[in-house]
């Protein structure tokens, strides 16, 4: 494989199509209240997702567990997006769907082994105190422990890979840009949900997660890139 970035299968470009459209549409139904509409292509979004992942060619230098545990984080992020959307509170169980989602991403991320890198991990870490300093006055008592532990895998997480991208291992750049949206993406989501609502949150949250979940996606090599 060479470094030039090209697309090389046309077959993957109707792939990303697909998510985009299905993307935007989730999004425009999200923000002007269409629920059918947002119950159907919300996780068709993730489902058109997890279908790129499965049906591409996947880049020859990763580890054989790197594709199969990507796919199960996509299928858990599924769960949670049908688990969050459904019209009673489940809140709780959408969060422990992406929790599992977070711990898998970290295994396919750290197949090749991991450095602790202070670097990269202080800065990870001042966001999540300041994070969790603005959040947690407004958290419930019973959801408090559930945040807590969701924050840091979804840090974990993004630390993961910063630090495949800092190894030069295959796909990392793609998982460091993904883990990175992620963050923000769940973070808008819970200062929206606890702290204070504002205005085109549904488009900030659902842009930064399909965006995230799509670069992840890449991090496979199902474009036919090379990157690291």
């Known amino acids: 494989m060479d470094d030039a970035g090209i697309i090389r299968s046309p ?12 993307a935007v549409v989730a999004i425009v139904a999200s923000m002007r209240g269409w629920r059918k509409d947002v119950y159907v292509f919300k996780p ?5 997702i997890l279908g790129f992942v499965l ?16 796919a199960a984080g996509l299928a858990f992020s599924l769960a949670g997006d049908v ?21 898998l991403y970290i295994g396919a991320f ?4 991991v450095q602790a890198a202070w670097w990269l991990i202080l800065p990870l870490a001042a966001y999540g105190v300041v994070l969790l300093r603005i959040l947690l006055p407004h958290v419930a008592p019973r959801l408090k422990v559930p945040v807590i532990v969701y924050a840091l895998a979804l840090l974990a997480m993004a630390w993961t890979a910063a630090e ?16 990175v949206l ?8 819970a200062i929206d949900r606890f702290a204070r609502h504002f205005r085109g949150a549904d488009a900030v949250v659902l842009g930064t997660y399909y965006a995230a979940q799509t ?14």
């Open 11 to 22: 077959y993957a470009l109707y792939w990303v199509a697909a998510i985009a459209i299905s």
């Open 44 to 48: 068709l979004t993730t489902l058109l």
């Open 55 to 70: 049906t591409g060619p996947a880049n020859a230098y990763l580890h054989p567990l790197y594709r199969p545990l990507i």
């Open 83 to 103: 688990l969050l959307m459904l019209p009673r509170d489940r809140f709780v169980a959408g969060l422990g769907a992406f929790l599992v989602a977070h711990l």
């Open 110 to 113: 750290t197949t090749n082994g």
């Open 164 to 179: 495949r991208d800092a190894a030069g291992r295959a796909g990392g750049a793609f998982a460091l840009l993904g883990g």
């Open 182 to 189: 992620f963050v923000a993406s769940d973070s808008a989501l």
């Open 215 to 228: 670069l992840i996606a890449f991090s496979v090599g199902v474009l036919g890139y090379s990157i690291h």
